[in-house]
């Protein structure tokens, strides 16, 4: 399993329309047949940042979310624009002591 993890600081006053874009993205991500969990969360502190959590089966499922139409149409076409900043990682899970 593949975890990726962002953080979008919007540009002052932008985050009520990002977080309609994101809105679309999450409904499009989580039909992902490679997709597990796809989760954005907005500060209650400061409206203009976001937190998101994906989860994907494996590199091949999250390159095809990365390529895919409403990726291309929302993140690249909409968000990525309007940020100030992102951070991003991958993640692999740790798994629990067999013994």
């Known amino acids: ?15 009520d329309e990002v977080a309609e874009m ?3 993205l999450v ?3 989580r039909a ?6 796809y989760v954005v969360s907005r500060s209650v502190d400061d409206r ?11 590199e091949v499922a999250f390159h095809e979310h990365r390529t895919s139409p409403h990726f291309v149409r929302d993140a690249e076409g909409g968000i990525y624009p309007l940020l100030e900043r992102r951070t991003a990682g ?3 899970e740790i798994e629990p002591n067999t013994d």
Request: aromatic share 12%; hydrophobic share 35%.
């Open 1 to 15: 399993m593949l975890t990726f993890i962002a953080q979008y600081k919007v540009r002052s006053g932008q985050g």
């Open 22 to 24: 994101l809105r679309h």
């Open 27 to 29: 409904r499009e991500t």
């Open 32 to 37: 992902e047949p490679g997709c597990i969990t």
């Open 48 to 58: 203009d940042s976001f937190v998101l959590l994906e989860q994907y089966v494996d």
């Open 90 to 92: 991958h993640y692999a």
